[in-house]
């Protein structure tokens, strides 16, 4: 998707949705749209081409749910401090919301650029 694909991200939640109940584990759709949204619209909105999402469900006994988004801007995304970002404000609180809701999170360096990821664990949901 490129930065003119903001429209996409509703595509993408759909076909998270319906990935997820392929997969047998519908209780992660809400928090996984929710995440899924923040990261990708995150990339779209502040690096300076497209993204990729891509989802994957761990094998048993341990079951985890990862998705990643990569863009083409290889500095990490920083949380911002909750001051920062006003009561009104419309932005600046994605990340907080990964930490809080994400079993895990993090940057990983790519060929060109980083990707930003979250794991929700089956077994919580």
Known sequence: ???????????TR?????RLRQ?????????????????LT???????????????????PRRR???EVRDGFAQPPAPRPARRAGDHATSGRGLML???LA????????HAGKAVWFELDTQAA
């Open 1 to 11: 998707m490129r930065r003119a694909d903001l429209p996409a991200v509703a595509e």
């Open 65 to 67: 749910l990862r998705v």
């Open 42 to 60: 995150n990339a779209l909105q502040h690096t300076r081409g497209g993204a990729v999402v891509t989802a994957t469900l761990s094998p048993h």
């Open 103 to 110: 079993d895990d999170w993090g940057v990983r360096p790519c």
């Open 23 to 39: 997969w047998g584990v519908p209780a992660l759709v809400d928090t996984t749209e929710l995440l899924a949204t923040e990261l």
């Open 98 to 100: 990964v930490e809080a």
């Open 14 to 18: 759909r076909l998270l949705r319906e």
